[in-house]
């Protein structure tokens, strides 16, 4: 399944580094790093913040998404799923940061409304592939599953979901990058993370304060992708997975 | 073993007309009973009514003299083995996995469920250590439909349902596996329904077959039956303007055989000789050795030729090679396929030992494609190996030189 959006982070990250390496040929490069190397607290624990609403966020996510996504997949479901779908895709339409206006007036400042912005933007990809991976399932079989004396439950976590699982996990993958990618934005609503870098950066045209923050945040959305893609290859069973 | 009763089922989509309509079929222990008609027959609606994955509008459905509407439908289908075209094995399980699926959720213990798995796949002529651990897309389709079976015949089911379980394999796997399920099906006295859309995969495995016609059954019974006497002119369609060529199939060399008595034996005296020949309308003998082992024929003609005393014993050189010849076992089908091909109208019949058991010629077998019913049948196969004159027929047009010495020529 191809995810735009974690093509789109990796870009991001590209053009992070291709500055990052316009600035190490334009200063000197142990100049450079030496003052990143300054920053050094403040990443650390603007990192663990981030990761924290993100993880928080991503897992809340989780835990609604699928059980939605299956719901949501079950016969004579169709009407409702698409509708839950397309508000849920309108959801997604939504600029993310007007979205941290709308939680902020809604739950005030600090990480509360950063956190809820974060889960309204990770349900989406969840939810929707879930569905779309479980709907994806031969019905065939299911035909089989169900004549061999399966119950509704077993045909269930025993034949769709391990056969939706790559797809799932293709959402998961999707929904996270975006999250990580987005989390900086958290500081506007006075969540904190490492957007107080960048922003802070950017207000006083520290260039070296603003890659202090980009930085690590494209590399954890990068580190962030490939961790679930591990995951994907090692958890989803090698007769569905196309990867082995 | 399983007795449909006045079967009806209504789609609330079209509930003007029945998919299956008042349908009453018994289906003894131990029998395959193919539901065959073309789509849209109600014959796979029927099939999955009895495991229920089709609720009947009205009417009964008893295996083993119980209701099934009595049972727990998950208990129920687990006690019937099920088999469909797309064979459905689950592509994240490992082969084992698939096979084990059903003894699991019975409840047995791994050991016992393990050593079922490898039975199971000697059954179906898998290699345990091969198969086992692979995943289902690592197979052929054949192979896979071969771990199919053996998913459904997991937990040893009484009754098994098999919805054109082989019509998505290749022709030449297709003959090996309903060869061999039919033999697996015999061994184990399975009760088997098998839908089927193809006449001539009925014909070679049913015990009984039922044609349906729009939710009705419009004819049930043994193939021979149905190829002699269709109960309709839709049914004669259906069963094709070959079938008596498909009764043949039926049939076997032995059914057609005729006395062995006429024969010239090596070391008789050209006398004896003489007289089998006269005794034989066709003017040739089979020639067999002192084992009974055909060695070649004679006719009046080369016995002629040969210029010999009636007092001298025969030598096996003046026999003339043996174009051909079958088996008392082979398919009348292909023996007449076989006489066509070498352009005669008789053969010698040779038994499991390689002896001579007789004669089977074209006459023989037309007058058992002719006889009108099964009973007939067999009355006119005693007929004809009692009778030696309905002997050799030569085949259309052919007089001489006789047709065995043309196909000779030929070749």
């Known amino acids: 399944m191809s995810s735009p959006t974690v093509h789109r982070v990796r870009r991001r990250g590209l053009v992070v580094a291709l500055m990052m390496l316009a600035a190490c040929a334009d200063a000197h490069a142990d100049n450079f790093l030496s003052s990143l190397a300054q920053y050094r607290a403040d990443i650390v624990y603007q990192a663990g913040q981030q990761m924290l609403m993100v993880a928080i966020a991503g897992l809340a996510a989780i835990v609604v998404a699928i059980p939605a996504g299956i719901w949501l997949s079950r016969p004579g479901r169709g009407r409702a799923a698409h509708l839950v779908l397309l508000s849920l895709n309108a959801g997604q339409a939504v600029p993310k940061l007007a979205l941290l206006a709308l939680a902020m007036s809604l739950l005030g400042i600090g990480a509360k409304p950063a956190i809820f912005g974060l889960w309204v933007a990770t349900l989406l990809p969840i939810a929707m592939n879930t569905y779309e991976g479980l709907r994806a399932v031969p019905p065939t079989l299911i035909d089989a599953a169900t004549g061999i004396g399966m119950t509704r439950r077993q045909i269930l976590w025993r034949v769709e979901m391990p056969n939706a699982m790559y797809v799932i996990f293709a959402g998961l993958r999707t929904a996270l990058a975006i999250t990580v990618g987005t989390a900086p934005l958290a500081f506007l609503v006075g969540g904190g993370g490492l957007g107080e870098l960048i922003f802070t950066g950017i207000d006083l045209s520290d260039f070296t304060m603003l890659l202090a923050g980009a930085i690590p945040t494209a590399a954890l959305a990068i580190a962030t992708d490939m961790l679930v893609a591990q995951m994907q290859f090692r958890l989803v069973p090698r007769g569905v997975n196309p990867q082995r | 073993m399983i007795k449909l009763q006045n079967l009806t089922k209504r789609f609330e989509s079209r509930q003007s007309q029945a998919v299956v309509d008042d349908l009453t079929m018994d289906i003894g222990e131990g029998e395959l009973c193919v539901l065959l008609g073309p789509s849209g027959c109600g014959k796979t609606t029927t099939l999955k009514m009895i495991n229920r994955l089709v609720q009947p509008t009205s009417g009964k459905i008893l295996i083993g003299g119980e209701d099934t509407a009595s049972f727990n439908v998950v208990e129920l289908r687990r006690r019937i083995g099920y088999v469909i075209q797309q064979v459905g094995l689950f592509p994240n399980m490992t082969v084992e996995g698939n096979i084990a699926l059903v003894p699991q959720m019975l409840g047995w213990d791994k050991a016992r469920t393990r050593k079922r798995v490898e039975e199971l796949l000697e059954l179906v002529a898998l290699d345990p ?271 001489e030189p006789s047709a065995l010495t043309r196909a000779e020529e030929g070749a």
């Open chain 2, 129 to 399: 250590a091969v198969f086992m651990r692979c995943y289902p897309r690592d197979l052929s389709g054949g192979q896979q439909q071969r771990v199919g079976v053996a998913r459904a015949l997991a937990a040893d089911p009484p009754v098994m349902l098999m919805d054109e379980p082989f019509g998505a394999i290749d022709p030449i796997n297709r003959t090996a596996i309903q060869d061999e399920f039919r033999k697996i099906q015999r061994r184990l006295n399975k009760t088997v329904v098998f839908v089927s859309h193809d006449i001539d995969e009925a014909v070679k495995m049913a015990d009984k077959i039922a044609i349906f016609r729009d939710g009705k059954l419009e004819q049930y019974g043994p193939p021979e039956e149905l190829l002699a006497r269709p109960a309709s002119a839709f049914i004669a369609n259906f069963v094709g303007s070959d079938r008596a060529l498909k009764r043949l199939r039926l049939l076997c060399a032995s059914d057609a055989l005729m006395s062995s008595r006429a024969v010239a034996r090596v070391g008789e005296t050209h006398r004896n000789v003489r007289a089998a020949l006269g005794s034989h309308p066709g003017g040739e003998v089979i020639v067999v050795d002192a084992n009974g082992a055909p060695c070649g024929y004679l006719s009046a003609a080369c016995l002629d030729a040969a210029s010999v005393n009636a007092d001298d014993r025969l030598d096996a050189s003046l026999a003339m090679p043996l174009a051909a010849t079958v088996r008392a076992g082979d398919d009348l089908r292909s023996v007449v396929s076989a006489m066509l091909a070498h352009g005669v109208s008789w053969f010698a019949v040779l038994d499991d030992a390689g002896r001579f058991a007789g004669y089977v010629s074209y006459a023989a077998i037309a007058a058992l494609a002719r006889a009108e019913d099964p009973g007939a049948c067999a009355q006119a196969g005693l007929s004809v190996s009692t009778d030696d004159t309905a002997g050799f027929v030569p085949l259309a047009g052919q007089e």
